[in-house]
């Protein structure tokens, strides 16, 4: 690696970050719940993030007998940014609206022309990368420990989901487990009831369920979002859940679910009859987070019923619709650990620096049904180190390096280095 194209960016990141450092020293999620509501009128902010990574391998890891070749590449890029606005009509009725803007906007859209024999798909490209509204909700506030939530909203599954800011997690990436398991970040609409009383937090909602058409070897159900077509199929509603309990001060605790009977929610059901494509999903993190010590950890573990059969129909009816079609494990497995401890605490600074290390491991073949395709190379696991450096609460300059193991070595291991800039906040609130 050229490393003066590393120590170029860095110095513009580092100058870039104090352009952005008057961010107000808020770094609650963005994401309206109950006990965000303490603002009298209105209030917007976001966050955003600026990403450099350079790999010692290919692109094309999954085709080669022995995974990706070695390669040096280099990537920059703006993998989100996302606006946030909050408004009050009377305090008991909140609006709340998130839009993101990944890899620069714009995206592509799907429809199907039912007119045609068989239903045919029709797809209208755009510029590269995607504009996504994340959340669009109203909340009518009965109480603290009761409310109802009606629109567009975040499925909180998993820990990532549920806290996705760049300044709630340690690595220079959202963890790749997740990533490779659930949509990132997940959100459907439907209703919600939530609340939060004593030392506890919860939701409970039914939103749109996900497509099995789209279910895939890499990102197992995770691609099963519907949101290549303009319309989401809800013949078939999905149950998700979360609660949070706060038994310390820092201290969180959490678990989290979802259900789904997704064969009903396919743009063609009828080549799906007598499939249900349960999907069941489990997950529980906890968090510890005070001014010197972040330590999280995570485990998400999910079936899929019928996943041969539904691949089998898959690749014989849906290959126009732009989905990977690709075979995908009956059941997925992810866990992971990542812990830092804020050096600076040991001088007079008011930045602080958090060296952390970070383990996961990933599978999204976790189990293969009977008959079905093996996929030893989505076994992984990985162990990142790297700082974070703090310039405000809402301000981070990350760097990580991550050595990536496929199949317990059975494959190439794969190595990047990263550096993102991140921040996060309320803007402007009155």
């Not at 149950?239 to 310390?248: F, M």
């Amino acid at each position: 690696m050229d490393y003066r194209i590393l120590l170029t960016t860095l110095l513009l990141l580092t100058n870039c970050s104090f352009a952005i450092s008057q961010v107000r020293r808020d770094t609650a999620d963005t994401s309206s719940t109950p006990y965000e509501w303490n603002f009298n009128k209105y209030r917007f902010g976001g966050y955003g993030e600026v990403l450099f990574q350079h790999m010692d391998y290919d692109v094309n890891r999954y085709t080669n007998p022995k995974g990706a070749v070695k390669d040096r590449r280099a990537e920059i890029s703006l993998p989100r940014a996302v606006f946030a606005l909050d408004y009050k009509f009377r305090n008991d009725i909140v609006f709340g609206a998130e839009i993101e803007f990944e890899y620069g906007g714009a995206g592509s859209t799907m429809e199907i022309e039912h007119e045609k024999e068989g239903g045919e798909y029709e797809t209208e490209i755009e510029q590269g990368g995607e504009v996504a509204l994340e959340q669009l909700h109203l909340t009518k506030r009965f109480a603290n420990a009761f409310n109802v939530r009606i629109g567009h909203m975040i499925v909180p599954v998993g820990i990532t989901n549920s806290h996705h800011e760049p300044t709630q997690y340690l690595g220079t990436v959202r963890p790749e487990g997740e990533l490779a398991l659930l949509p990132s970040t997940w959100h459907e609409t439907g209703i919600s009831i939530l609340g939060y009383f004593s030392r506890f937090k919860y939701e409970i909602m039914l939103v749109n369920g996900l497509d099995p058409n789209g279910f895939s070897s890499e990102h197992w159900v995770g691609s099963g979002r519907q949101k290549i077509f303009e319309k989401s199929t809800m013949t078939s509603p999905a149950l998700a859940g979360r609660v949070e309990y706060s038994p310390l001060k820092n201290l969180r605790i959490s678990a989290s679910g979802y259900y789904n009977r997704t064969a009903k929610n396919s743009s063609k059901p009828q080549n799906m009859a007598g499939l249900n494509g349960d999907v069941s999903i489990v997950s529980a993190d906890a968090q510890y987070r005070s001014a010197n010590i972040i330590a999280r950890a995570n485990i998400v573990a999910g079936n899929v019923s019928d996943s041969k059969a539904i691949f089998d129909v898959n690749r014989r009816y849906f290959r126009g619709t732009g989905y990977s079609i690709t075979p995908f494990g009956k059941a997925a497995l992810t866990y992971s650990g990542e812990a830092g401890y804020n050096v600076f605490s040991f001088f007079d600074f008011k930045s602080r620096l958090f060296p952390f290390v970070r383990y996961e491991y990933y599978n999204t073949g976790e189990k293969i049904e009977t008959g079905a395709q093996t996929l030893p190379k989505y076994k992984r696991d990985l162990l990142i180190f790297g700082i974070n450096y703090f310039l405000t609460p809402a301000v981070v300059l990350k760097a990580d390096y991550a050595h990536r193991r496929i199949n317990g070595r059975k494959y190439n291991s794969e190595n990047t280095l990263s550096v993102t800039l991140a921040y996060t906040g309320w803007f402007l609130t009155r």
